[in-house]
């Protein structure tokens, strides 16, 4: 089975403290080495041989990488669909340097008021999500909300379409990763809160991202997770992560060879075999696996998402 997509960590550097994430915490993951647009461009080239259409770009924040203009250009000459996702804090600086690269850009957005956005981040920057979804728009760039659900902000909900009417602007709902892999679990009613939206012109989720939510996440001893078999995953240091960027159980460091890793004979079996099995794995929600991993199997995960997206479709033709 060929992966379908990377995610690409440039950087694990922060320039925020979001609540819900460990990464910031961590100063040896903040002081992890980067490589260099050399050995950038080398994946890009076997990440396109191995028929890699999408990438996302992913951090810390990748927008802190002074050559991000240099990987961007790479990655659209390589012509992958390429996904970057940014707290918004260096944007007004750096967008008329990406603008040329990207079809749409993601803005974190925790909460849709400005005193609790800054606060779950940590540091202001409300106003800079605000001017960026208009920086985007001026530049040609597709500006898109990523609502990282929690207990909490899924209250917010209708202030969150008001901004979203006001602003003019899409906005992708996704059940955030609990890194100590103990989500506390949407109520049934709060599922049935979400899926009132689902009507809405400039709202999105996956309704298997729900069903998955209302199931109590991966289970280990029957696991829906495909990390390995459709994911890629390069760390900072250039090195490939094993099965997924939250539980790295075996790291490969790698020397232009990405092709020849994962067209090795075998080299994948015995990991793939374990894949949504450690313990770890238990109840784990992380979506930006998961939701690849929906694509793989005939199952009703793979029929709700099917139908995600079809849904999305329909209502892009009627906008």
Known sequence: MKPVLCNYYLTFRSND??????????????????????????????????????IVIDGGEPLLREDLPEIL?????YKFKTHLTTNAILFEEKVKAIAPYLHHILFWLDYPMQEEHDRSRGTACFKQVLAGIDLAKKAGIQPILRYGLTLDNVRFLPELVDLAQ???????IEPVYDSKYSLSFFQDI????????????????????????????????????????????????????????????????????????????????????GQGKFPECQGCMAFSYMLPSFAVGFDRYFLLQWYSDWWSQRKQRRR
């Open 17 to 54: 403290m979001p609540e819900y994430s460990s990464l910031w915490r961590d100063p040896d993951l903040q002081a992890v080495p980067e490589a260099g647009i050399d050995s950038i461009k080398t994946n890009f080239r076997d990440l396109a041989k191995l028929g890699i259409k999408e």
């Open 73 to 77: 250009a790479l990655a659209k000459e």
């Open 166 to 172: 006001t602003r003019g602007v899409k906005v992708w």
């Open 190 to 273: 709060s599922l049935e809160h979400i899926k009132y939206y689902k009507n809405h012109p400039l709202v999105e989720f996956s309704f298997a991202a729900l069903a998955f939510v209302r199931d109590r996440g991966n289970q280990k001893m029957w696991p829906r997770c495909k990390a390995v078999s459709t994911v890629i995953t390069i760390f900072p240091d250039n090195s490939l992560a094993f099965p997924c960027f939250y539980l790295p159980q075996k790291r490969f460091k790698l020397d232009g060879d990405v092709f020849e890793v994962y067209t090795r004979p075998g080299f994948l079996t015995e990991i793939e075999k």
